[in-house]
């Protein structure tokens, strides 16, 4: 009823093409119905014209082999895809493990990497008001107002200034205080020393006796002064 094996086998290359597509998908690598079940008889005659080891005859040297080696690689990887369930399904949602052996794994870090590079994700934050930010962030809120506070290192600098000005006013105030008690003692000074001296210019056109006289006058009206303060002060 059945032919060997080997003519079954060829039966399944018969009349098959490479697909035309630039990116061709297992299914049409592999002539492979979508929803069918999986028959690999096709996959092994397809080994045996792309093996690398396989010793081509004349009417396939017109395939470089850099073509053949590159058929061969996609061959077996659409069989790897469309033999396993798992595989073929994650295929048929994402496209999974085509186009440079790609997996499912690479596509969730392409789709990770993807997500971290967008503004204002989620990924950098890591403290409790780094979630607080995001979230009002997201839903537009405004950052509310926090009290700002002085630093010990320039809390000290300020109240050192203080002290330091302080110190310059009062100095300022001793120093200008010291100079009008010296004006006062200079003026003091000058003014008996000008008293001093008007009676020396007083008495200088005087002979022996008119000084005489003149220092007794000038005491008796000491005297007599001395005496009307005492009377008036007595009691009545």
């Known amino acids: 009823m059945f032919g060997p094996p080997h003519k079954r086998r060829l039966s399944a290359a018969a009349g098959y093409t490479w697909p035309t597509s630039l990116y061709p998908t297992p299914y049409e690598i592999l002539a492979q119905p979508r929803g069918a079940r999986y028959d690999k008889a096709l996959f092994y005659e397809l080994v045996k014209i792309y093996h690398p080891d396989r010793n081509h005859t004349a009417a396939d040297s017109s395939i470089p082999q850099s073509v053949r080696l590159e058929r061969y690689r996609l061959v077996v990887a659409a069989n790897e895809i469309l033999s396993d369930d798992a595989k073929r399904r994650a295929y048929d949602l994402y496209g999974a493990g085509w186009r440079g052996n790609r997996t499912l794994q690479s596509l969730y870090r392409e789709a990770d990497r993807s ?3 967008e503004p204002g994700n989620a990924s950098r934050n890591a403290t409790w008001e780094d979630w607080e930010r995001w979230r009002r962030e997201r839903n537009g809120e405004k950052e509310p107002q926090t009290p700002i506070f002085m630093s010990n290192e320039l809390f000290a600098l300020v109240l050192c200034s ?3 000005m302080g110190s ?3 100095a300022r105030r001793a120093s200008t205080h010291t100079v009008t008690i010296v004006e006062m003692h200079e003026q003091k000074h000058a003014t008996i020393s000008d008293g001093m001296r008007r009676q020396q210019d007083e008495k200088a056109p005087l002979n022996r006796h008119e000084r005489v006289e003149s220092f ?3 005491r008796d009206s000491w005297n007599l002064a001395s ?3 005492r009377d008036s002060e007595s009691p009545s």
């Open 115 to 117: 997500w971290r590079n």
């Open 162 to 164: 203080f002290v330091v």
């Open 168 to 170: 310059f006013a009062q």
């Open 216 to 218: 007794l006058r000038q």
């Open 227 to 229: 005496s009307t303060d």
